[in-house]
Structures are given as C-alpha cells and as structure tokens.
C-alpha cells in the first residue's frame, strides 16, 4: 500500500459517512436532517478512523445525546466500524447555519422558520414572524419558550392556529 | 461509614470553572423546582426551559474543569460527589425560590449579570471558556429579557404584585454583592488575561438593574452591606437540603445508569 492509496481510501470513506451522517434528523422536529440544522459540522477520516463533528444548538438541548447515538447507528449500518462522534462548542451554533432547504421544510412540517441574522439586533428586534399556515404576518408571540429550547409560542391572527416559531440564536 | 464525596484540587482555573457551574448547576436546579408549580402554563415551561439552558451550561464548565483538573472526575461528580462547602456559587443562586416574584428578581438579577458577562468573555483567550461564553451570551440574552419583561409586570401591576416584587427586592439585594467579587485565585487569572474581573461589570449591571426597577415602580435599595462566602464554600443552610434532594440517588447508588 502506498500513501497515496490510503489517501484515496480515506477520502471515499469520508464521502460514505458524511452521507450516512447526513441521514439523521433531529428528534425533536424529525423533517430537518442534522445537515439542514447546521449541526453537523465535520467529518474527518485518518487512517481508516472516522470522526463526526456535531455541535449543540442550545447547551442544554437533550437531543444531543439521541443524535450522537443515531450517527453512530448510521455509519454503522454503511459498514463503518471505526469511529468517534465528538461534540464541538466552538464556533457556536447559531440558526444562521440553517440550510435554506431547512427552513422550507420547516415552513412546511408547520414551525416558522428563523429569521436570517442572529445579532443582537434580530434577537431583540421587532419579530415579524410570518404564519406558517396561512402566511400572514398578523401574528403574536403567546410565550417566549415554548415545547423545546429552540422553539417559542406565537398564535396567527388571521387564521387562529397557533404555531411554533423557531427562535434565533 | 464510607464517603463517596470526591476531593477536588482547585487549581485557579478549575475553581474559576466550577465557581460559575455550580452557579448554573444550582441556580437551574431551583428553576427546576417549579415544573408543575408555576403560576401558568406558558411560565411552567419557560422556567423550566431557562433551568435546562443553565444545566446545560454548568455541564460545558464542569466537563472543562474536570479538563484542566486531569484527575480522572467527570461532571457527575462534580455535581453529586461534592458536598454543600465544596460548593463555590453565590448564595444568590442558591436562595429558596420563595414566591414567583422572589423567583423572577433572582433570576432578574442573576441574568442582567451574566448577560454581560458572558459576552465580554467570548473574546478570552481561552477557546473553551470563549466557546462556552458564545453559547451561554445568547441563552442568557433570552433569560434577562423574561425576568425583566415580568420584573416590570409585576412591579407595575397590581398592588399585590407590587408588595410582593418589593418584598423580593429588598430580601435579593444583599446577595447581590457577591456577583462582583474576586478572591486572590481568581484576580490571578485576571492579570494573566485569561478571564475578566466581575467587578468591572458592576456600572453596566446597575445601569440595567436601575432602568428596569424604575420603570417597574421600584425603589433600588441603596447600596449597604452585602452577603459572601458562598465563592469559598460558607453557605447558606438552603443548600445542604438542594443538594440532598439533587444527589440523593448517585449517593445511594454511586456508579448507577439506566
């Protein structure tokens, strides 16, 4: 074997995980893969050993630990044996990261997508969060937090359904 | 009678470490107490959402000290294998949550503390304590807008509100000294330029604790004496019973999993 062989080997055994890790969706919002999150953000092959970066969306998010157990189901099932999944804080994750796949997919599964730009200024802002249902912008934040870390509560006005906004960050 | 109480070695920066996680560990824990017990709903969740995002920062600084410590401990037995005087977080966090108001004053001012503190501490040199400060600066910038939009609420709001916003103020203020001390250990760090001094967050955090206690109609206790000790492990008789509730089962059954 020369260097130049395992080279070729690593860099086709990086392309099959990043494709099983690329599989996983979030358990919490099951339509969003953790590619369209944004979480998933390296996958690393030396020497036949393969290394899946994620990084959480909030520090307390409990479905870290599921994800980290889905990726390692996932490459798996491709054959991969060897392998670490390593959870990364930095740079820190922020909504921005959020494919523009993500965020229609998310439009449709019913949870309003975030808005772009995640300074202090978006986070503070006048929110105008467009319904995901009906598309109007009559809309009010019902709470602040709502079922998960990521999301808050806000009601239509124009349609009266409530529906999950996914909070900037 | 055997222990199963760890020995930690506090280096500087494994104190600095563990100071503000068991700040998190212990102040999340209390948001905690109220799941099932908030006044509404909306409020049950989001206390107990502000208590998962302080868990999940004490985590990041428990896992970084156990780290810099090299000694084999992991978070959990930072968490559940140190008893109340090994503990080094404010007496603030640690105060009974008492009503909804004395919860949402603690909170007020804990977080109109961290907000800025933590932002500034994303340019440390550190990469892990900088990472940990970007991730806990947007969490706690959610957490201070809540208790400020309620602190104004209540205090602008009924007369029992009112009376009882008050109430919780002038109990809180003491503890709220302890936020802007540096012991010998920690002033060390700060020459090294590693982490910056709490006291010079002071002005910003009083210009915000002032501007929203006026607008909720309260009166801001002069400035008097305040309570410490908790950084250096003398606490309040309120912890011992936390940690008792907290630790009760890795106690009884160290090593244990599901």
């Given at each position: 074997?020369?260097?130049?062989?395992?080279?070729?080997?690593?860099?086709?055994?990086?392309?099959?995980?990043?494709?099983?890790?690329?599989?996983?969706?979030?358990?919490?919002?099951?339509?969003?893969?953790?590619?369209?999150?944004?979480?998933?953000?390296?996958?690393?092959?030396?020497?036949?050993?393969?290394?899946?970066?994620?990084t959480?969306?909030?520090?307390?998010?409990?479905?870290?630990?599921?994800?980290?157990?889905?990726?390692d189901?996932?490459?798996?099932?491709?054959?991969?044996?060897?392998?670490?999944?390593?959870?990364?804080?930095?740079?820190?994750?922020?909504?921005?990261?959020?494919?523009?796949?993500?965020?229609?997919?998310?439009?449709?599964?019913?949870?309003?997508?975030?808005?772009?730009?995640?300074?202090?200024?978006?986070?503070?802002?006048?929110?105008?969060?467009?319904?995901?249902?009906?598309?109007?912008?009559?809309?009010?934040?019902?709470?602040?937090?709502?079922?998960?870390?990521?999301?808050?509560?806000?009601?239509?006005?124009?349609?009266?359904?409530?529906?999950?906004?996914?909070?900037?960050? | 009678?055997?222990?199963?109480?760890?020995?930690?070695?506090?280096?500087?920066?494994?104190?600095?470490?563990?100071?503000?996680?068991?700040d998190?560990?212990v102040?999340?824990?209390?948001?905690?107490?109220?799941?099932?017990?908030?006044?509404?709903?909306?409020?049950?969740?989001?206390?107990?959402?502000?208590?998962?995002?302080?868990?999940?920062?004490?985590?990041?600084?428990?896992?970084?000290?156990?780290?810099?410590e090299?000694?084999?401990?992991?978070?959990?037995?930072?968490?559940?294998?140190?008893?109340?005087?090994?503990?080094?977080?404010?007496?603030?966090?640690?105060?009974?949550?008492?009503?909804?108001?004395r919860?949402?004053?603690?909170?007020?001012?804990?977080?109109?503390?961290?907000?800025?503190?933590?932002?500034?501490?994303?340019?440390s040199?550190?990469?892990?304590?900088?990472?940990?400060?970007?991730?806990?600066?947007?969490?706690?910038?959610?957490?201070?807008?809540?208790?400020a939009?309620?602190?104004?609420?209540?205090g602008?709001?009924?007369?029992?509100?009112?009376?009882?916003a008050?109430?919780?103020v002038?109990?809180?203020?003491?503890?709220?000294?302890?936020m802007?001390?540096?012991?010998?250990?920690?002033?060390?760090?700060?020459?090294?330029?590693?982490?910056?001094?709490?006291?010079?967050?002071?002005?910003?955090w009083?210009?915000?604790?002032?501007?929203?206690?006026?607008?909720?109609?309260?009166?801001?206790?002069?400035?008097?004496?305040?309570?410490?000790?908790?950084?250096?492990?003398?606490?309040s008789?309120?912890?011992?019973?936390?940690?008792?509730?907290?630790?009760?089962?890795?106690?009884?059954?160290?090593?244990?999993t599901?």
């Open positions: 074997m020369t260097q130049l062989d395992n080279g070729l080997g690593d860099e086709v055994l990086r392309r099959k995980a990043i494709e099983a890790a690329s599989t996983v969706v979030d358990p919490e919002i099951p339509v969003l893969t953790i590619a369209d999150l944004g979480v998933l953000r390296d996958v690393t092959v030396q020497g036949g050993h393969v290394r899946v970066d994620i959480p969306t909030y520090s307390g998010c409990p479905a870290m630990n599921m994800i980290a157990v889905e990726i189901l996932a490459l798996s099932r491709a054959g991969i044996e060897d392998k670490e999944v390593r959870t990364v804080l930095a740079p820190a994750w922020t909504t921005d990261w959020m494919t523009e796949e993500g965020r229609r997919k998310l439009r449709e599964y019913g949870v309003a997508p975030p808005q772009p730009g995640t300074g202090r200024r978006a986070l503070f802002g006048q929110d105008v969060v467009a319904c995901p249902q009906c598309g109007s912008t009559q809309t009010h934040q019902l709470a602040e937090f709502g079922s998960t870390s990521c999301k808050a509560l806000w009601r239509c006005e124009s349609c009266r359904e409530p529906f999950d906004y996914f909070k900037c960050h | 009678m055997t222990t199963t109480s760890i020995r930690v070695v506090e280096t500087p920066l494994v104190l600095y470490a563990l100071r503000r996680a068991d998190a560990l102040l999340g824990h209390r948001l905690s107490e109220w799941c099932g017990h908030a006044p509404a709903l909306e409020e049950d969740m989001a206390l107990a959402n502000i208590g998962l995002d302080l868990l999940g920062q004490a985590r990041s600084l428990y896992s970084y000290a156990a780290e810099m090299a000694a084999g401990h992991t978070e959990d037995d930072f968490a559940f294998h140190r008893d109340a005087p090994q503990y080094r977080n404010l007496l603030l966090a640690e105060l009974p949550n008492g009503d909804f108001a919860t949402i004053l603690r909170q007020f001012f804990y977080a109109a503390f961290a907000d800025l503190y933590w932002r500034a501490m994303m340019a040199p550190d990469p892990t304590l900088a990472a940990i400060a970007a991730k806990s600066e947007k969490e706690t910038a959610y957490h201070l807008r809540h208790s939009e309620w602190v104004i609420r209540l602008d709001g009924t007369e029992e509100s009112h009376r009882r008050a109430d919780a002038a109990y809180l203020w003491p503890y709220t000294g302890e802007f001390e540096a012991d010998a250990a920690e002033r060390a760090l700060v020459d090294a330029g590693t982490v910056l001094d709490p006291a010079g967050f002071r002005d910003a009083d210009k915000t604790v002032s501007d929203i206690l006026a607008e909720a109609t309260l009166e801001k206790p002069a400035a008097g004496w305040m309570q410490q000790g908790g950084r250096s492990g003398r606490h008789e309120h912890l011992g019973h936390l940690l008792a509730v907290m630790q009760s089962v890795p106690r009884a059954i160290p090593g244990a599901w």
